[in-house]
């Protein structure tokens, strides 16, 4: 069985008019707060950090029980609406892929210096391979989130980022 057969759905995703945004204002806002809790949640267990926008074809975006998906165009408009809430956040000019929130990169800046205090890692250097492949909740983060992450840690002096793969915590 497949990680997302293990994931539980909640009772939207069986649905229909759930797949299709809806044209009532009021509506329009329950079903994308619906669909961000949905994505955050998705991806948290699937240890998805990036979404692709034209990746429609995921178990996340496509009811192959009720044949439905969700459109590209609708899936933009609820990252819009996620990206407007801090729970997302473009990461190219053409809005094709978003780091996914549902940790801000504080928190998980914050989660990878706590560990890395209690690793005994202050004042040593550690490449971002060993970071992402460290047995941890931000294992198999992807490099361009990790960096964002490490960033902030860099501009509250936690840390500094060492040439292009390194990072020296303080």
Not at 42 to 50: G, K
Not at 128 to 141: C, D, L, S, Y
């Amino acid at each position: 069985m497949s990680e997302a057969e293990d994931f539980v759905w909640p009772q939207q995703y069986e649905f229909p008019p759930f797949f299709t945004i809806q044209p009532n204002e009021e509506t329009r806002k329950h079903q994308f707060r619906g669909w961000s809790q949905l994505i955050l949640d998705y991806c948290q267990a699937q240890r998805i950090f990036i979404l692709e926008k034209a990746r429609t074809d995921i178990p996340l975006f496509q009811n192959k029980n009720i044949k439905r998906q969700l459109s590209v165009d609708a899936l933009e408009q609820i990252l819009e609406d996620m990206s407007a809430a801090g729970k997302a956040e473009w990461i190219d000019k053409k809005k094709d892929r978003c780091f996914v929130y549902w940790n801000t990169p504080v928190e998980w800046g914050n989660i990878i210096y706590d560990w890395a205090k209690s690793n005994g890692l202050l004042n040593t250097v550690e490449t971002f391979f060993e970071i992402m492949n460290a047995e941890t909740q931000f294992k198999g983060m992807d490099f361009p989130m990790l960096l964002h992450c490490l960033k902030t840690l860099e501009k509250s002096q936690k840390a500094e980022l060492i040439g292009e793969d390194g990072v020296k915590f303080f």
